[in-house]
């Protein structure tokens, strides 16, 4: 069922153009406020915001975890 609600969506073209606006729309929204916060988030158009927040990036992610925000960092080597 998943998997046809899925195909489905994918072919709803107006779906789509509203989930890729959404998407911008809310990118920016993040990285403006990560920026007002001191952060320097890397110019993207992908479905995610990168920031580059050092060797204290795993804490950050633990405490936000808690918070209810779920993040992923990523080492050097790629995901960690």
Known sequence: MAQAAALAAMNDRE????CIETNAVERKR???GLAKLGFHPVPSEA???F???????NTLCDDLLHLGVIVRAAGVDGIS
């Open 15 to 18: 779906h789509v153009a509203r």
């Open 30 to 32: 993040l990285s403006e």
């Open 47 to 49: 479905n995610f915001v």
């Open 51 to 57: 920031i580059v927040v050092g060797p204290e990036a």
